[in-house]
């Protein structure tokens, strides 16, 4: 987010370690390719970060980038099936299980969904937002 000078406010360390954190010192500020969504609406491409002259390089001791182009991205999801991605020991609740079950196990075991299942047939599926809209018609 940018300040009133325009340099970045906040930035997002999301999946870095303190350690990295505290190695980097002091966080982006927005002045190269990163500000730019910033400064410009648009959205930007560049195949060489270092060679484009808007580049302001990167801050001290920042962990190493790999860029890879979309359709590489896309070729290798397309590669993967879905059983290396899957949940193989599934928790599960039979049909006339409480709603306060099946909200204590996705909040307990932060799960997006509780799959439903009688006589070893999936009969549906209670989501966090199925949830929600119970608590809501019930107490409203």
Known sequence: M???SGEMEQFATSGMTAEEIKRVGHPP???GLLGMPLREPNSIRV???AADPRSAGFCENHSPFILRERREDEALLDR???AECMTP???TLP???SVLDAARLIH???FGGIPIVADGRLVGVVTETDLLACFIS???
Request: proline share 8%.
């Open 108 to 110: 307990d075991r932060k």
């Open 95 to 97: 049909p006339d299980a």
């Open 29 to 31: 500020r927005g002045k």
């Open 138 to 140: 019930i107490l409203a």
């Open 2 to 4: 940018p300040d009133a």
């Open 89 to 91: 020991d599934l928790v």
């Open 80 to 82: 993967v099936v879905a």
């Open 47 to 49: 195949s060489d970060i």
